[in-house]
């Protein structure tokens, strides 16, 4: 029988201290993104630690106190209008395969509102639960980076303003102004002069942003019957708002919805009151999925890789956990897929 080999020792601190020639508290004060090193100090204990395949123990982390290896996620939102929204379902899917690389966990939370969100990251930083968070859902009067600078919690915003700032915080977003845009431009092409934006919930950063837009781009254009009306997100909502307006007088022509579950719900509603789509409205979702494939006619639609910009966020606050510093990333602007829900514009 052959001798049964030993078992691979695995890196320690010590011997990146040793091959990096410098002591084992400087090695940990670099390793953790701690003050008391140099710059060059920490590039070099990073290099080694790379070349030797360190991987930071996540028992004596955890133990320790220093981590949790396991990332927050809360969502502020309500729970009934979470089950058939394909972006944060592709969004997660896409945050799961960075976390997996780098074996660390998902705490995922549902609240009523941003007041509970807020009360959940000082519970899980006083806590330890967590080493940093994923947040969604930028408010324009937000307070949560303004907490999270505060307890130190590192953090990456998804669909932030790329203007916006805060040590530690990390911010990818996406062009929702250039897609709205795009959106309007091309109605505007097929004569729709009467456009109704069914938007998502108020107070969100980025339906304020579509919805400023949409108001912009009518008044280039010289167009005084176009509106935003918001929701929350549900089908249910859809169907209501659907109805309100394709009653009035003077119907819109065309209508804009935040999601692919709204579109769908729209188009039924549009249906049941007689409207045809694309010959009498033509409807627009902002969110591509095999949802807008079945449904008759095919609505035509944002689309947008979601679970890359998942992996995105993740790989940033993965970089942030790393030591590395906080950056503004801009994901690709969702392009506008046309299909047989849009068309020319009936006689006024």
Known sequence: MPAKRPAARRPTMKDIALRAGVSESAVSFALNGRPGVSEVTRDRVRRVAEQLGWRPSTAARALSGEGSATVG????????????????????????????????????QVVEDVEDECAVYRRWWAEHRVDG??????RTDDPRPHLLDELGLPAVVIGGAPDERHPGMSTVWADDAGAMASVV?????LGHR???????????????????????EAERRGLTEVLSVTTDYSDSAAVAVTRRVLETATPPTALIYDNDVMAVAGVAAAAELGFSVPADVSVVAWEDSALCRMVK???????????AFGRTA??????LLDGGPARTVRVPVPRLIERDSTGPAREA
């Open 73 to 108: 996620f809360v969502l502020a939102r309500p729970a009934h209008t979470l089950g058939v929204d394909s972006f944060f379902l592709q969004l997660v899917s896409g945050i799961q395969e960075v976390l997996a690389e780098r074996h660390l966990g998902l705490l995922f």
């Open 133 to 138: 968070v994923l947040v969604v859902d930028p």
């Open 185 to 189: 431009g091309g109605l505007y092409q």
């Open 194 to 216: 009467r456009i109704v934006h069914i938007a998502g919930l108020s107070g969100l950063a980025h339906t304020e942003r579509r919805i400023r837009t949409l108001r912009a």
């Open 297 to 307: 006619p095919w609505l035509s639609a944002l689309s947008r890789d979601s679970v």
């Open 314 to 319: 993740a790989r940033e606050l993965t970089a």
